[in-house]
Nanobody, 120 residues
Framework: QVTLVESGGGLVQAGGSLRLSCKASGSFYEINNMGWYRQAPGKQRELVAGITSGGSTNYADSVKDRFTISRDNAQNTMYLQMNSLRLEDTAVYYC??????????????WGRGTQVTVSS
C-alpha cells in the first residue's frame, strides 16, 4: 500500500556533500514521524536522524552539526543533507516512515536503501 523510495546516494570524496531524498507513494492519509537510518558492513543499523510531523528533529551524535533532516509534506518527501562527509559515513541509508494508511491504520514502512560511499 505504501512505498518509500530513496535516491541521491553515490560516491563522494571525504569532506564533500550529498543530499538524500525519500518519497512516499501509495494509499495513505498522513505521514507521521520519519527518519533516516544507516547500516555499514558488519555493523548494526542505527538511527541517523528523525523528524516528526511537526518538524521537530533529532540526530545521532556522530552526525550532529553535519547533517540536516527536513521534509516537504506537500510532496510527501523527506531529505537528508549531508555535509563534511567522513569515511565512517559509508553505509546503506534507509528511509523509515510511520504512515496512517487507508486500509491497515498506522504502520511503519521502510525503503530499500541507497548506498553512500565516502572515499579518501
Amino acid at each position: 500500500q505504501v512505498t518509500l523510495v530513496e535516491s541521491g546516494g553515490g560516491l563522494v570524496q571525504a569532506g564533500g556533500s550529498l543530499r538524500l531524498s525519500c518519497k512516499a507513494s501509495g494509499s495513505f492519509y498522513e505521514i507521521n514521524n520519519m527518519g533516516w537510518y544507516r547500516q555499514a558492513p558488519g555493523k548494526q543499523r542505527e538511527l541517523v536522524a528523525g523528524i516528526t510531523s511537526g518538524g521537530s528533529t533529532n540526530y545521532a551524535d556522530s552526525v550532529k552539526d553535519r547533517f540536516t533532516i527536513s521534509r516537504d509534506n506537500a510532496q510527501n518527501t523527506m531529505y537528508l543533507q549531508m555535509n563534511s562527509l567522513r569515511l565512517e559515513d559509508t553505509a546503506v541509508y534507509y528511509c523509515k516512515a510511520s504512515v496512517d494508511t487507508v486500509v491497515v491504520g498506522t504502520k511503519d514502512y521502510w525503503g530499500r536503501g541507497t548506498q553512500v560511499t565516502v572515499s579518501s
